[in-house]
């Protein structure tokens, strides 16, 4: 069965602590890892999408990485603006699989 | 641009009601998907349509009628619901269809109250 867990379930840094969100997998024949922001009461905002081990991809403060068994969210210099919930989702190899979510990371920057 | 256009974006309703949910997008996108998600959950499959078909129903109950009436709409039909059907409704599409590998996209929601 695939699984997909996000750690941790809640983060609090200061503004301009770095750090990183987890999402670890069990898909039989990856086919897409997915990223997704998301602020309360609003619909996810897609962020990044990885298909194979090694691809990294970035945008303003924010890194998406990729390895057989895991993906990581590297947050640089955060802003309180960043604050949201980070979903992680999983794609498995085959016809029309629709995306696995993980639980998400409950991201809280304070100034 | 990568836009999904939900409307409403609030909704209360009685239970005896019947009312719609309506989605829209004009990026050439394939497939359209209805999720819905409750607080602190993330965001659960309902209904996805590949190619204005149905391709899967995630055996919801027949108060949520799903209509695709073109590749750029998609209404969800809400009739009898229940308290507990009150939830943020996304609506999604994503560019082949709904291939593995296909980045879903998704609205703002609309948020449905039932009374």
């Known amino acids: 069965e695939d699984q997909v867990t996000q750690s941790p379930e809640a983060l609090r840094l200061q503004e301009g602590e770095s750090s990183s969100l987890n999402c670890s997998y069990t898909?039989?024949?990856?086919?897409?890892l997915f990223w997704y922001r998301q602020d309360p009461g609003k619909g996810p905002e897609f962020l990044f999408t990885?298909?194979?081990a090694g691809e990294e991809k970035e945008k303003e403060r924010l890194k998406a990485t990729l390895t057989k068994k895991e993906s990581f969210l590297h947050i640089t210099a955060p802003k309180p603006e960043d604050s949201a919930t980070y979903l992680c989702?999983?794609?498995?190899?085959?016809?029309?699989?629709?995306?696995?979510f993980g639980r998400g990371t409950s991201l809280i920057v304070h100034p | 641009d990568t836009e999904v256009t939900q409307t409403p974006k609030h909704l209360v309703m009685g239970m005896t009601n019947k009312k719609s949910l309506k989605c829209e997008q004009h990026?050439?996108?394939?497939?359209m998907y209805w999720y819905k998600q409750k607080a602190k959950k993330p965001p659960e499959l309902m209904f996805v349509?590949?190619?204005?078909?149905?391709?899967i129903n995630e055996s919801v109950p027949s108060r949520f009628s799903p209509e695709c009436p073109n590749s750029s709409l998609l209404n969800l039909h809400l009739h009898a619901l229940q308290p507990e059907d009150s939830a943020l409704y996304l609506c999604?599409?994503?560019?082949?269809?709904?291939?593995?590998?296909?980045?879903?996209?998704f609205g703002e929601g609309s948020w449905l109250t039932v009374v």
């Open positions: 990026m050439g996108h394939r497939a």
């Open positions: 990885l298909y194979s």
């Open positions: 349509y590949s190619y204005e078909k149905l391709s």
């Open positions: 999604a599409s994503s560019p082949q269809g709904a291939l593995s590998g296909n980045t879903i996209y």
């Open positions: 989702a999983v794609g498995r190899a085959g016809g029309s699989y629709i995306p696995t």
């Open positions: 898909v039989s024949g990856l086919r897409g």
